[in-house]
């Protein structure tokens, strides 16, 4: 897959951020040094349902841990993807049979034919674009750590 621009699309991504209510992330981990840690905590951090979607856990963030997207008991917005590029078919079939409204495919997670098959199956596909970064930067809420601090300032709370 050599142009993403198709899957990178601003007025896709803003539109998915902002209809988005129910995230489930595929290959969320329970590490909280881990990348899709960081952006599970922060999704619910800002409003959002993260489910998890991990056959190796049972709880992440205080949810219910899924094995597949299958078992996952409600509908889901979007499907947000921690994994190697090559599970990404299998995963753009599943998100396809549960009727998911796209296919978010974190940094590095690409896959034409993954992205096709979602694609072809009438989601909106966003891929190598991180949803935490996205969301930051198309709904304002940028801070070094990642959280709405609600107030701009270059000094630190605590330091002088």
């Known amino acids: 897959m050599t142009d993403l621009s198709p899957y990178q699309d601003t007025a896709t991504i803003q539109r998915v951020l902002h209809t988005a209510r129910t995230i489930a992330v595929v290959g969320l981990s329970s590490n909280q040094l881990r990348a899709s840690f960081f952006v599970g905590y922060y999704l619910q951090r800002h409003g959002y349902r993260v489910i998890p979607v991990n056959p190796r856990e049972t ?3 205080g949810q219910q841990s899924y094995p597949s997207l299958r078992e996952v008991p409600v509908p889901v917005d979007v499907v947000n993807v921690f994994r190697a590029p090559d599970a990404l078919p299998g995963i753009a079939r599943e998100a396809v049979e549960i009727q998911a409204g796209a296919l978010w495919c974190q940094f590095g997670v690409v896959n034409a034919e993954g992205a096709r098959i979602a694609e072809d199956g009438g989601l909106d596909v966003i891929v ?10 198309y709904l304002g809420r940028m801070h070094w750590l990642g959280f709405n601090t609600r107030r701009v300032t270059s000094v630190r709370s605590g330091l002088q």
Do not use: S, T, Y
């Open 59 to 61: 709880e992440i963030l």
């Open 128 to 137: 190598d674009r991180c949803l935490k970064i996205e969301h930051a930067r």
